[in-house]
T-cell receptor, first 112, second 116 residues
C-alpha cells in the first residue's frame, strides 16, 4: 500500500519561478509531514516540516501548505534558484513513531 | 555540524555473497535506522534500532538482513546472501529522540550496493 503519493515526478522551472510539489496521504493517523531535500550523492536532509494543526508554514523561500480534509500537502519553492535543483521527498509519520513513509520524490531542475 | 558517516560509499558484490554496510551515527543519538532507495524509487524504511535491539522492521527486512551495534560507535547492516534485487542505495540515519519532529533524522550519504 502506497501511503504517500507524490507528484509530479519531475519539473523544470526558470530561475525566479515557483516550484510546486504535491503529496497526498492515506493514513489519517499521520500527524507529522516533513519535506526532505536530496542532492546527488547525498542523503536526504530535512528541509521543512508541518503538523496538521496549522494550514501553512513558511521558512524563507519554502512554504508548506496543508489541507487536512483533503489529506494533501504541498511544497512551494518561491523565487527558485539553480541551487534548489535537487530531488524533493515528502514524507509522513505518526508523532513518536520514528518510521517515515516517503513519497516517490520529485526532481526539480531550475534553469538559469 | 555533526554527520552520520557511512562506509563504503560504493560496494559491488557477487550474488550470494555476504555484505556488511557500516555506519557511524551522531555520537549523542540514541535511535538508529536503515532505509534503502532502489534507483529511481522512493526511500523505504528497513529497520529501527534502540537500546541494542530492533524496535521495528519492515516486511523488506527478512531473515537475510541483520543489524548490530558492535561497539559504542558503529551500527552495521548485514545482508547474508545478496540477491540482485538488493541492489540499492542504503541510508543509515540516526535521531536523538523517538520523534522525527525533534531535530529530524540525520541521514548519511549512503552506500550504493551493486549486486552482480
Amino acid at each position: 500500500q502506497q501511503q504517500v503519493k507524490q507528484s509530479p515526478q519531475s519539473l523544470i522551472v526558470q530561475k525566479g519561478g515557483i516550484s510546486i510539489i504535491n503529496c497526498a496521504y492515506e493514513n489519517t493517523a499521520f500527524d507529522y509531514f516533513p519535506w526532505y531535500q536530496q542532492f546527488p550523492g547525498k542523503g536526504p536532509a530535512l528541509l521543512i516540516a508541518i503538523r496538521p494543526d496549522v494550514s501553512e508554514k513558511k521558512e524563507g523561500r519554502f512554504t508548506i501548505s496543508f489541507n487536512k480534509s483533503a489529506k494533501q500537502f504541498s511544497l512551494h519553492i518561491m523565487d527558485s534558484q539553480p541551487g534548489d535543483s535537487a530531488t524533493y521527498f515528502c514524507a509522513a509519520s505518526i508523532l513518536n513513531d520514528y518510521k517515515l513513509s516517503f513519497g516517490a520524490g520529485t526532481t526539480v531542475t531550475v534553469r538559469a | 555540524e555533526p554527520e552520520v558517516t557511512q562506509t563504503p560509499s560504493h560496494q559491488v558484490t557477487q550474488m550470494g555473497q555476504e555484505v556488511i554496510l557500516r555506519c557511524v551515527p551522531i555520537s549523542n543519538h540514541l535511535y538508529f535506522y536503515w532505509y534503502r532507495q532502489i534507483l529511481g524509487q522512493k526511500v523505504e524504511f528497513l529497520v529501527s534500532f534502540y537500546n541494542n535491539e530492533i524496535s521495528e522492521k519492515s516486511e523488506i527486512f527478512d531473515d537475510q538482513f541483520s543489524v548490530e551495534r558492535p561497539d559504542g560507535s558503529n551500527f552495521t547492516l548485514k545482508i547474508r546472501s545478496t540477491k540482485l534485487e538488493d541492489s540499492a542505495m542504503y541510508f543509515c540515519a540516526s535521531s536523538r529522540t523517538q520523534s522525527p519532529e525533534d531535530y529530524g533524522y540525520t541521514f548519511g550519504s549512503g552506500t550504493r550496493l551493486t549486486v552482480v
